[in-house]
């Protein structure tokens, strides 16, 4: 089957070279000429574990292309699928400017059979406006449908092609079976296939982003709250997450989320709330616990230096969202490099692969380290922000040998404190028992 995906931004790259490695004929358009030459060079623009790989190997057999033209790639494909992005808009709402721009450009080329499948994440009846747009442009019916990712940064490979689920909103049961057609390379394990109405998929896609939010939000809040009780959240932790009901999954205490959904989907089911004369609390706290969440960190600090971080060298470890990815959209480790920086403290940074994003936006405002050891150089502490693996195993005589002062303030937990205590280490983590260093209320 010939499958075009128009956008080759995270979801738009990965669904595409998936879909090419299991056998299809796929095309990638988007209108980013750089983008596209870069990508037939070779060059991926975005750093995800295995995917060079798999462009590498699909593109050298030719059932992977790059293309910015339109012509070219939509009238000969069986099913289209739109992958721009839908970033938050001033108002909290999903910005839908490109999708539209697509709908228009692509309605006069799209075959007779033609289905398209939206891949973004859209408000609750864009489906069903996109194929009433598409009936105004065509003069017939064409056939949409919806598609909703579910991967994960880091780990987008193995999520598509071994997926908990797939999910499809349809308005016709024929549709549904294309689908499962293209899909059924990655539904061997006896993984469903869920097939549902267009707003039941929309829906989908935020309410399960929603809900991981909110356990996130969750944990953290009660992480707080065990800090001025004395209770140790691991502890807490280990205590619920043995409830089946509950679980362990999104229940590590940390300064907050952050990437390119969770923030923005939060947001966007708020204003879809707004929107139907309803009021979502819940997630409107979920979204304000975790702003708060991200100023943890640098509070802690702030006290430690008695309200004084003039002149201080403070080392961040970390600056992607989450490991095992460049994206640092919403990442707390920006939020305390400007508190760090507001106060006026020296800041060194690591990352194994996000440094140059950063340095995008923060230019030389920071000092970019090659080795976090290096960040570590002459440190008055150290900040971790991001849970890479490499930051897990320190050796913490040679740090406290580069370390003006070895004091380790971890936005993640990664450390034992009662090992680092007999090791002579200053520590302090999130909701840990004994923690003096509580977090901030407002």
Known sequence: MKITVIGTGYVGLVTGTCLADSGQDVTCLDIDEGKIERLNAGEIPIYEPGLTELVTRNHAAKRLTFTTDYAASIPSARCVFIAVG????????????????????????????AIVVIKSTVPVGT?????????????????????????????????????????????RPEVAEVLKNIHKPFLRNEHPFLAMGWESAEMTKYVANCMLATKISFINEMANLCEHVGADVNEVRRGIGHDARIGFKFLFPGVGYGGSCFPKDVRALIRVADDNDMTCRMLAAVDEVNDVQKHVLGEKLYRYFDGDLSGKTIAVWGLAFKPRTDDIREAPALVLIDRLLSEGASVRVHDPVAMKNVKAVLGDKVAFCEHHYDAAEGADAVAICTEWNEYRMPD???????????????????????AMRDLGIWYTGIGLAGDDMATPTT
């Open 396 to 418: 913490w005589e040679f740090l406290r040998h580069k370390m003006k002062n070895c004091a380790i303030f971890d936005g993640r937990n990664l450390f034992d404190p009662a």
């Open 127 to 171: 489906n069903r406006k996109t194929a009433a747009r598409l009936a105004e442009l065509t003069g017939r019916n064409v056939d949409v449908a919806s598609n909703p990712e579910f991967l994960k940064e880091g780990a987008a490979i193995d999520d598509f092609t071994k997926p908990d689920r797939i999910v499809v909103g349809v308005d």
């Open 86 to 113: 839908t970033p938050q808009g001033d108002d909290g709402s999903a910005n839908l400017s490109g999708l539209w721009a697509v709908v228009e450009t692509i309605a006069p080329l799209l075959a007779e059979n």
